[in-house]
Structures are given as structure tokens and as C-alpha cells.
């Protein structure tokens, strides 16, 4: 039985992997090592750890944490992560680490298993962005053995990166893979999820013009906390201030946020699920900033600055279309089969 190390550190990519994790865990051919680390673990992000832990109890906690709301503690939390991964990794060797993405969690848990020679996995790499997450993905892509790209074009851009062609195989988006069964229902919110952006600062005020566009529609509104990432914490502590005003869920577990993005007339921020998971929705999106600029994407992305009345626009222009049913550029909703075929024949 081989072994296959993946590290987990945020609701969301978590929510992302699950199905694949699940499988690798219940293969006879397979021993699924399992680390938490991150968000996961703070209270203020709805302390996630516990929906990992009901569905994989053997889960390894790495006590690495953001302490503070700046790019200070998002370096150290890397330096952390690195050493606490090298120490477990170094105990347990696995024959394969899979990372996927572009977080800093990702970043350490690939870098560590380069030094201690353990091959590499990397989902979701080729992909563009505008953020620090470019050179987080491309440094992970650069540090895999083997690439498993959601798109084409993602797959094309690491062959431009150097990387054999032979090393790559397109296997879609996993985030597609729960969406495909998800029944049918009213569309009568609209939902917000957005994130810092490390390149326009700001957060705070930039959560708080979106909030305002939003609350001129008479409509329920749900938003989400965004991630840890350096401003996340002032722009929690805006979305709190609308606490009377809106339906605030500081982490809801994958199949919840998906339902929830099935009853919204439109998804509005800058989430990367509003061009993965939303055009399989047939979900209306408002994308603000350049967060996701670089992005394949469908027809469902009406893009907004961060201003107030360029948003109402969008949001206007959103309910107007009312639903998208185009071709989602990420997959078919099939990337676990995929994924487990290739562990089981390399």
C-alpha cells in the first residue's frame, strides 16, 4: 500500500478536494495522510477543523496560524508551515505528496517534499491570476513531477513554463465534481464573497462599497467571511457592522455553499467559484477587481471596479440576464475518476 500526503489549510480548498480525498481514503491501494493546518484552526473562520476531522478522524493537526492581519504574518505563517511540514513528512515519508493551487500551505508542503525527494502532484496549476498567488502557483508548478491542469489552456501555459508534456495530463476542475447532482431551486438571495486583494489594498473599504451596491437592491443578502489573507480580519470587522442588514456566515461546510450559490440570483466579489463552480450553476456573477483577471472564464462574469455605482450596474445587469447555460470552460463534474485512475497508474 502506498502512501499519498495532502495538506489541507482553508474551508474552501478543502471543500474542493473532498470527494478526491475521500476516494484516495477508501482505496485498498492507497493510505491517505491527511494534514490541517491554517484557517482551519481559528475560531474567528468558524474553526473548520471539526468538519475535516467528522469526515477524516485521523487528520494531523500543524499548529501554524495567521497571528496578525498583514503580508508580515502570511510570511511567517509559510516559514512555520515549512518547518512543521519537514518534520512530519520526514517521519512519515510518503511515496507521493499531492498540493493543489496556490496557497502558501500548498507552497510548503511541495517545497518540503522536493527537498526530501518525494514526488509531487500539483491540480490546478497553469492557471493566471493578478495576485501573489502567480508566483505562489507557478513556484509550485516548477517544484511538482506531475501536473494534472484543469483546462487546456492551463496545460499549455506549463508547457511554455518548461514542464514535459508528458507530465500533464487535463483533468478538470474538482470543485465541479459535487455541483452536477445539486437539485434545483428558487433563486431569491444574492450572495457575497470577497477576498482581499493583496495588490489593491484597501479591503476594508472595498467590502464596505460592495456591501452598500448590494443592500439598494430589495433583496435578502448572504455573505460569506473571506479568507485569512492579509486584510481579512478588517473586512470581517466591516461585514459585521451590517450584522442587522444581512445574513452573515463566517465558514459553511461545501455542500451548504453550494446550495446557497443555487439559490442566488447572482454570486458578487471576487471568488474564484464565480468562474469554476458558477457557470455550472447557471449562476449570474459579478466579478469586482482585478483579482480574477486572468482567468479563463464563460459568459456568466460581468466585471466592476471597486465603486459603489459601477457595481450597481453590474448587479442591474446580473438579475437583468437572470441565468447563464453555456459551456463551463473547468470540466465536466468527472475530475475525481480522473484523478484516481492517474495515482493508479503511475
Not at 475521500?22 to 491501494?29: E, N, P, R, V, Y
Not at 516559514?79 to 499531492?98: A, E, N
Not at 437572470?322 to 484516481?340: A, E, I, Q
Request: hydrophobic content about 40%; some cysteine; overall charge positive.
Amino acid at each position: 500500500m502506498k502512501k499519498i500526503a495532502y495538506l489541507t489549510g482553508t474551508r474552501a480548498e478543502f471543500g474542493l478536494m473532498q470527494i478526491i480525498l475521500t476516494k484516495i481514503d477508501k482505496d485498498q491501494d492507497w493510505q491517505l495522510i491527511l494534514l490541517a493546518t491554517g484557517m482551519h484552526l481559528l475560531s474567528e473562520f468558524g474553526k473548520t477543523i471539526n468538519e475535516v476531522k467528522s469526515v477524516f478522524p485521523q487528520v494531523k493537526l500543524i499548529n501554524a496560524t495567521y497571528k496578525e492581519d498583514t503580508r508580515l504574518s502570511m510570511a511567517e505563517f509559510l516559514g512555520q508551515c515549512t518547518t512543521k511540514t519537514s518534520q512530519i513528512l520526514g517521519k512519515l515519508k510518503p511515496d507521493l505528496v499531492l498540493v493543489l493551487g496556490d496557497r502558501a500551505e500548498q507552497l510548503a508542503m511541495a517545497q518540503t517534499a522536493a527537498y526530501l525527494a518525494i514526488p509531487v502532484i500539483h491540480l490546478h496549476g497553469g492557471e493566471t491570476t493578478t495576485t501573489i498567488d502567480d508566483k505562489t502557483r507557478n513556484a509550485i508548478s516548477m517544484l511538482a513531477d506531475w501536473h494534472l491542469p484543469a483546462t487546456k489552456t492551463a496545460a499549455e501555459k506549463l508547457i511554455k513554463m518548461g514542464i514535459d508534456t508528458k507530465k500533464i495530463q487535463i483533468v478538470g476542475a474538482p470543485g465541479l465534481d459535487q455541483v452536477k447532482n445539486l437539485p434545483k431551486k428558487p433563486k431569491d438571495c444574492l450572495v457575497i464573497l470577497q477576498h482581499p486583494d493583496a495588490n489593491e489594498g484597501d479591503a476594508p473599504n472595498q467590502i464596505r462599497k460592495t456591501l452598500e451596491a448590494a443592500l439598494t437592491f430589495n433583496l435578502p443578502i448572504k455573505v460569506i467571511y473571506p479568507n485569512a489573507d492579509a486584510g481579512g480580519r478588517s473586512m470581517i470587522k466591516v461585514i459585521n457592522q451590517y450584522r442587522s442588514r444581512v445574513k452573515i456566515y463566517p465558514s459553511l461546510k461545501r455542500q451548504d455553499f453550494l446550495q446557497l450559490l443555487s439559490r442566488a440570483k447572482a454570486l458578487i466579489g471576487n471568488s474564484s467559484a464565480g468562474l469554476i463552480e458558477a457557470p455550472s450553476l447557471g449562476l449570474m456573477v459579478v466579478n469586482i477587481g482585478p483579482r480574477q483577471s486572468g482567468r479563463e472564464r464563460a459568459g456568466n462574469i460581468i466585471d466592476a471596479d471597486y465603486d459603489k455605482d459601477k457595481i450597481i450596474q453590474a448587479i442591474k445587469l446580473a438579475l437583468l440576464r437572470k441565468t447563464f447555460s453555456g459551456h463551463n470552460p473547468y470540466g465536466d463534474g468527472r475530475t475525481s475518476k480522473r484523478v484516481l485512475k492517474f495515482l493508479n497508474q503511475i
